[in-house]
């Protein structure tokens, strides 16, 4: 039981070691997460309970209790993926007590208390804020919640465990990415990450799949004569699906950027790379959600003055989560996709919110790419 305990408090330790050798790292990104959190926190608080409520009280029920499912699934399939992490991981603290001999008895009992400690930390926060502010949970409704949460979680983390076993198994196979090399150093750099984007990061499928979907949510929603806001805010989840997966392939770009900058990529010529590549996909999803929301338009109902006016919103509503990503990915830790997620969140919602409302705030996208650019200059030596 001593060797155990030992085991157990020695990856604490290791925690608290990485936050006292890195102490204003850590600082300033918890403060950020709590002020993007507190700030996304508040946004839909006062949206769902004081201004759906005062539209009706049942809709105000239903914005709740979908937001709490949203945010309980979410959680459930984070700790999910933490704990494959924790198996995965040859870094792991699991992988090194293993392969210093510890015993399979003392292992199993470190891993019991891990995922326990794991789950009811992130478990306790999202139940009791949501339990306070947003659905109140009946004893049995709880029990339920956290068993499914609990078998989301397991379920998750053997789905990616087994994942892992199987990809490990394969032979390594190599293919060139770049064939022709009859181009300058930032076209390179740009066509790499386009290269990889597309055939090496196996999320970019599954991406591709959502978007599709969303696209013909967006043409039923036509069809149908749903309301406009709808196709806005399925045109906002398709942007922000695109611009989540485009900052977790930058996060693991920066994994490995002592190469690019050992052979002297500058700060310019890295930033050039990543905003072609945020833009031009960015572009792609606006062009084609905004052009099938006009040409159905056209065809199924008829042509008004708002049509064209609204077919631009909806390009500019789909790219500006892609388009964001470089104003936003070196002002706090890039390699920190999650925060990053959050940060471009919020950023895309307001400005969305005030497209929305005007189109002449697209006049106000160069200020800001402006701004962006010259508040994190030099910051790729530092990441």
Known sequence: ???????????????????????????????????????????????????????????????????????????????????????????????????????????????????????????????????????????????????????????????????FT?????????????????????????????????TRNPKTKMTISCLFLLFFINIAIIVFEFPFSLNILCSFASGLILASILIYQVAFDLSYSWIEKNIGISHKSYLHSITKLCTIWGIILGSVNGGGYFITHLYFINFNTELLSEAIKIIFISMTPSWIIPQIIFQVDPRRPVIQIFIMFIFSLFINTAIFATTVTILLLPLIDYYGKISQKDRFYRA
């Open 1 to 163: 039981m001593k060797r155990f305990l030992y085991i157990y408090l020695m990856t604490l330790n290791s925690q608290l070691r990485k936050i006292k050798y890195s102490y204003f790292d850590e600082l300033v990104a918890g403060f950020c997460i709590l002020v993007v959190g507190f700030l996304f926190f508040h946004i839909f608080h006062d949206f769902i309970n004081e201004h759906i409520a005062s539209i009706s009280l049942e809709m105000k029920d239903y914005f709740n209790k979908f937001f709490s499912i949203l945010v309980m699934i979410f959680c459930a399939f984070y700790s999910g993926k933490k704990i494959a992490a924790e198996q995965n991981k040859e870094n792991s603290f699991k992988s090194l007590v293993i392969r210093l001999g510890e015993s399979p008895k003392q292992i199993k009992i470190y891993w019991i208390l891990y995922i326990s400690s794991l789950l009811f930390t992130f478990y306790f926060p999202v139940i009791l804020i949501l339990s306070k502010y947003f659905l109140k949970f009946a004893v049995k409704d709880l029990i339920f919640s956290l068993l499914v949460m609990l078998c989301i979680s397991f379920v998750t983390a053997l789905l990616k465990i087994m994942n």
């Open 166 to 198: 199987e990809d490990s198994q394969k032979p390594i196979i190599y293919h060139r990415l770049l064939e022709n090399f009859d181009f300058d150093s930032k076209t390179a750099l740009f066509k790499w990450r386009w290269q990889i984007f597309l």
